[in-house]
């Protein structure tokens, strides 16, 4: 006889959620690593710096879900077997 399915899962074993990192946005925003934060040109620096454009941020894709704001995981109710 054949085992059920997990409820849970639908006899998957995996689960997608929404991922932690970028809370299902896909980018995540970090201090621009060229002018640290600042927004200035780290050479001339009356000038913006040209990779955030002065904002001193950068949007980056999440490297957790690799930008689709999704994430896979093991389901906890049948432990990844699928099975109920």
Do not use: W, Y
Not at 11 to 39: H, K, S
Not at 45 to 50: E, I, P, R
Not at 53 to 66: E, I, P, S
């Amino acid at each position: 006889m054949p085992s059920a399915e997990c409820e849970t899962c639908a006899g998957v074993g995996t689960l997608e959620t929404t991922c932690e990192v970028c809370e299902g946005v896909g980018t995540v925003v970090d201090e621009c690593q060229t002018c640290r934060g600042t927004g200035c040109d780290p050479i001339e620096m009356h000038k913006d710096c040209s990779v955030c454009d002065g904002g001193g941020v950068v949007n980056d894709g999440c490297v957790a879900c690799r930008g689709s704001g999704q994430v896979t995981v093991f389901c906890e109710t049948c432990e990844g077997s699928g099975q109920a």
